[in-house]
């Protein structure tokens, strides 16, 4: 545990937070975190999109298997790739928001 917080005050950019709690996570699964000693937390931070539908959501883990299994990265700038495209056409059907 020791060693991954080093790590952390060592090689990664945290600045930006106040604080990052003393918690090593091991492994997560639906809204539940557990450290490297099996205590579990309920995980409230929902703030990074892919943790929305829950941690190792079985649709989002299918899904993202079946498209690593097609493309998992193409330089969209360089190259004409469908997905984007398709993402896109959807992107602008979203309704306008307001801005101030």
């Known amino acids: 545990m020791a ?9 990664v950019m945290t600045g ?6 003393p918690i090593v996570i ?5 809204a539940t975190v ?4 099996g205590r579990e937390y309920v995980d409230c931070f929902a703030g990074i999109s892919v943790v929305n ?5 079985l649709q989002v883990v299918a899904a993202a298997r ?17 997905p984007v495209a398709d993402l896109a056409l ?3 059907a979203l309704p306008a928001h307001a801005t101030a």
């Open 66 to 82: 079946a498209q690593m299994e097609e493309l998992v990265h193409c330089s969209s700038y360089l190259y004409h790739v469908q």
């Open 53 to 57: 539908a829950g941690h190792c959501n």
């Open 90 to 92: 959807q992107e602008v």
């Open 34 to 37: 557990t450290n490297i000693h």
């Open 16 to 21: 930006f937070l106040k604080s990052v709690a």
């Open 26 to 30: 091991d492994r997560a699964s639906g």
């Open 3 to 11: 060693d991954t917080i080093q790590k952390y005050k060592d090689y």
